[in-house]
């Protein structure tokens, strides 16, 4: 059984910064492509960033110059920087990762339950 765990979101005023984790945890055999993404009310659920097992990163147009996301290896975790949040920022974070269970299984994907982060003007 795959787990994905959040930590670090809250409520911060615009300007500020967060961090927020994302530990894999069970019997697996590769955690591949890893990222963020965001759900406010009413809308739908967009990428943040993604990064992939060698570190190539990937970032929404709106994040840019200000998230950094990063991730490591032997612990199966990946971490979101922000810095400089605005208003707009607030949502709820998923984290996502892609994980083969077996050698020669296909990727599926997992999702964490979900941090709330809160950006006060």
């Known amino acids: 059984q795959v787990q994905l765990v959040e930590s670090g979101g809250g409520l911060v005023q615009a300007g500020g910064s967060l961090r927020l984790s994302c530990a894999a945890s069970g019997n697996m055999f590769s955690v591949n492509a890893m990222g963020w993404f965001r759900q406010a009310p009413g809308k739908a659920r967009d990428l943040v960033a993604s990064?992939?097992?060698?570190?190539?990163?990937n970032y929404a147009d709106s994040v840019k110059g200000r998230f950094t996301i990063s991730r490591d290896n032997a612990k199966n975790t990946v971490y979101l920087q922000m810095n400089s949040l605005k208003p707009e920022d607030t949502a709820v974070y998923y984290c996502?990762?892609?994980?083969?269970?077996?050698?020669?299984?296909?990727?599926?994907?997992?999702w964490g339950q979900g941090t709330q982060v809160t950006v006060s003007s």
């Open positions: 990064i992939t097992r060698g570190g190539i990163p």
């Open positions: 996502h990762a892609r994980i083969q269970m077996l050698k020669y299984s296909v990727e599926n994907d997992y």
